[in-house]
């Protein structure tokens, strides 16, 4: 048995089965009511933390990285009994940072001034590192905040990424 059918009656047979099948399809789609009796409400909490990044100082720029490799080892004991008494802890920002004000002024000062010398020199090795490394700060900062929390010994204050404080 032998079919011959010409080309334009197998073209119009084609183009008519698809205007039908695309005629019953459209007919077959459901209509979807999106509209709501009152309008939508959300409730989004924002926190918004802003921190000041400042270049180390020129008087810093002019010390070498083993000075300051020298001045972050000679201060490693105050950090660590400051991190014993637990004053201090490591921020996830990858500085250090006063967790519970001691209530002797004097060594609440004495507890500023470790801390905002290393934060210094750590700015400072934060930076060369990021302009060596050709990466964000931020990024650097991040890395070194892991670091320390990684090196942190169980009992001392680190702070998690949502910015709670917790003893490790």
């Known amino acids: 048995m032998n079919f011959n059918f010409s080309h334009s009656r197998v073209s119009g047979a084609v183009l008519g089965v698809a205007t039908l099948g695309a005629a019953l399809l459209a007919g077959c789609a459901p209509t979807v009511n999106i ?4 309008p939508l409400k959300a409730d989004i909490a924002v926190r918004l933390d802003v921190y000041e990044k400042t270049a180390p100082t020129k008087a810093k720029d002019e010390q ?14 105050e950090i660590q009994q400051l991190k014993n008494d637990h004053v ?23 507890a500023h001034s470790v801390v905002n010398d290393e934060n210094a020199d750590r700015s400072y090795l934060y930076l060369a590192n990021a302009q060596a490394q050709n990466k964000p700060l931020e990024m650097i900062e991040r890395d070194y905040a892991q670091l320390w929390n990684d090196r942190a010994y169980s009992g001392e204050w680190v702070q998690k990424e949502d910015g709670t404080w917790i003893r490790k």
Not at 64 to 77: D, F, P, T, V, Y
């Open 64 to 77: 070498s990285s083993l000075e300051i490799a020298k001045n972050r080892r000679m201060r490693s004991g």
């Open 35 to 38: 509209a709501t009796p009152q």
């Open 88 to 110: 201090i802890g490591e921020d996830n920002n990858g500085y250090l940072q006063i967790v519970r004000k001691p209530a002797d002024v004097k060594y609440l000062a004495y």
